[in-house]
């Protein structure tokens, strides 16, 4: 053993080829289960039945189809661009493995005298990190889309890489508040300063409420209680980046057949939606470290105290799949204008407005004192709460009407006759 | 050897082998990906000097925004079919020839002079010490929001008179289309198919 870690390059090395094959390991189990899961909620949800014959509970049907998918014959379009084609599924499934990478999903645990940390790697900008891979993830949508060499495919990829390059901003932003409340852009400082509970609210002290301050004592310190502006923007534009209902417009079945991978088939196929769920289990995970505290939980016990973060981290991040779920079995897809209307209209102004209010809040400049902080808090509000007060009455034309460009009047319209035109 | 000089040499290959395959591919997507190839290229470059968030950076706004618009572009317009070779300007390529040698002179006087340019010639241990104390992500916005600051804004401005010139410009100016749907009784607006 001690001669295989030096010719690797020391213990640090093979830590880290353990955590890399561990975490990928573990992504892959979590996407055969995540597929089942998902088949059965919403089976559950439309009063069916669900995959039920292999393994119990049906847990093997996912194994079975991604052995059938391996199997299958790869169909490769004539008019397809061979290179890009090739690549398309595996841009698509690669980034979101990388996300995981900055995602702390335990505490630590020493081996032999090694500190080992449960997150593949801790960098310094991890934030920026999961944004990168992100943004390279949306090369797969839109180059399956063009390199399929056919028309929906082709209709599926635009309409992804302006859907993704969109939420891409509003995803972006929702996560500057909480680097500024961090002061880092590191998931593990930002787990580490969830830790404990909110405590010291010393507002009722001395009252007969003291019993409230004692409360507090038990609710841990997330930052979902103050950021949960954040925490909305980050979601919508979270499920926004998996391509899942309701935005799941690149591959609008009711219109484009299947979008992107309509001329995908075999293990290509099965690429893509590794990608997708990957992405899913990835976007719970950072919004549980981002908002939930993490691995932090409220019993850690003396048995084996590492697993017990692990299986905190994972009863939350589980409980956020089941929110991507039930979404896909509730709400109908957005429309296209609708969906770019959210993202540039409402999700950006509205997280640029809360890194405003959470800056201002924040900031703490030497020699002014509280005095004057808090007139300028004030006024600051004030003129926030104002605007928004403007923005919400002024409304928007699109919810009362059809907002229609040029194109030719219907016929009934020109029955009617010069009174359509006096709107 | 250790493990950065294979990493580097990796690196070297890809960035420059993707940026010369670029010049003779013949499909503009192509063209496109392989920029973006030598642009993570670039990211690892930055890696390797611990420029963690500049190679972040790199990837998220050159090979994550930008270069996805010019494939929407390429692929919304579909200019994927062959490249026209005329020249729109007389003397464009005599003029292009005498200004790539000049970069070329400047880049290789630039590697060559390098380090010591930038840190007064403490090399390794410079570039040691601006990513050490304070990190790089502190410095840069030290040197951006301090020492940089007008310069900084003033590209913000000339960013956003861009936008609004190309809206103003590209913006068609018919008169409000007679809105045909909401007039007539019992037709719900949503229900009209476009």
Do not use: C
């Not at chain 1, 961090?182 to 969830?194: E, G, H, M, Y």
């Not at chain 1, 589980?318 to 969906?339: E, H, K, N, Q, S």
């Not at chain 1, 997280?351 to 902080?373: C, F, Y």
Request: charged residues 15%.
């Amino acid at each position: 053993m001690g001669a295989i870690a030096d010719f690797l390059g020391g213990p640090d090395v093979v830590i880290a080829i353990v955590k890399v094959v561990v975490a990928f390991a573990a992504l892959l189990v979590a996407t055969l289960l995540t597929i089942w899961f998902e088949r059965k909620v919403i089976a559950d949800m439309q009063a069916r039945i669900g995959p039920n014959r292999w393994g119990p509970f049906g847990v093997l049907q996912t194994v079975a189809d991604g052995i059938k998918l391996f199997f299958k014959e790869d169909v490769r379009p004539r008019y397809a661009d061979r290179w890009t084609y090739g690549l398309a599924p595996v841009m698509a499934a690669v980034p979101s493995f990388l996300a995981f990478a900055v995602i702390p999903f335990g505490d630590h645990v020493t081996v032999g005298g090694e500190r080992v940390d449960f997150i593949v790697s801790d960098l310094n900008i991890g934030v920026l990190f999961f944004l990168a891979a992100g943004s390279i993830g949306v090369y797969g949508v839109v180059l399956a889309g063009w390199a399929s060499g056919s028309k929906y495919p082709l209709l599926g990829g635009i309409r992804s890489s302006a859907q993704l390059i969109s939420y891409e901003i509003a995803l972006g932003l929702s996560l500057v508040p909480i680097v500024l409340v961090t002061n880092s852009l590191s998931t593990v400082d930002i787990v580490a300063a969830q830790a404990g509970s909110v405590g010291n609210v010393d507002l009722f002290d001395g009252t007969f409420l003291q019993g409230v301050s004692e409360l507090f004592e038990v609710i841990p310190n997330w930052y979902i209680w103050s950021q949960w502006p954040a925490f909305l923007l980050f979601m919508i534009a979270g499920i926004a980046e998996t391509n899942r209902a309701p935005f799941d417009l690149p591959e609008a079945e009711t219109e484009l057949i299947a979008g992107f991978h309509t001329e995908y088939s075999g293990i290509r196929f099965a690429l893509f939606f590794l990608g997708e769920y990957i992405h899913v289990v990835v976007i719970s995970a950072m919004a549980v470290t981002l908002f939930f505290g993490g691995w932090n939980g409220p019993i850690v016990d003396e048995f084996l105290p590492w697993i017990w973060p692990v299986g905190w981290f994972l009863v939350k991040t589980i409980a956020f799949v089941y929110l991507f779920i039930w979404l896909r079995a509730t709400l109908p897809r957005l429309r296209y204008d609708r969906l770019m209307w959210l993202g540039w209209k409402r999700l950006i102004p509205a997280s640029l407005l809360w890194i405003m209010v959470t800056a201002v809040v924040n900031v703490n400049p030497e020699g002014v004192d509280e005095q004057t902080l808090r007139s300028i808090r004030l006024a600051v509000f004030g003129a926030l709460f104002l605007l928004v007060l403007f923005v919400v009455a002024k409304g928007d034309p699109r919810l009362k009407q059809v907002v229609t460009p040029e194109r030719p009047r219907s016929r009934r319209a020109q029955k009617q006759g010069v009174k359509s035109g006096s709107s | 050897m250790s493990l950065d000089v294979i990493v580097f040499g990796a690196m070297f290959v890809m960035t420059l082998g993707a940026g010369l395959a670029m010049l003779f591919a013949r499909n503009a997507v192509h063209v496109a990906l392989l920029l973006v190839l030598s642009q993570i290229g670039l990211a690892v470059a930055f890696l390797l000097q611990g420029a963690f968030f500049v190679a972040a950076i790199q990837i998220i706004i050159y090979a994550g925004a930008i270069m996805v618009l010019f494939l929407f572009v390429i692929m919304l317009l579909g200019v994927d079919r062959r490249e026209v070779l005329d020249e729109p300007l007389r003397g464009q390529r005599p003029l292009a020839l005498g200004l790539g040698v000049l970069l070329t002179a400047q880049v290789l006087y630039i590697a060559w002079r390098g380090v010591d340019l930038a840190f007064a010639g403490t090399g390794e241990a410079a570039i040691q010490e601006v990513n050490s104390d304070p990190g790089n992500v502190l410095g840069i916005a030290r040197v951006l929001f301090g020492r940089y600051l007008l310069p900084f804004e003033v590209t913000s401005v000339l960013l956003i008179v861009a936008v609004v010139g190309v809206m103003v410009l590209t913006r068609r100016m018919y008169p409000a289309a007679p809105n045909v749907d909401t007039d007539i009784p019992g037709t719900e607006a949503e229900e009209v198919a476009v």
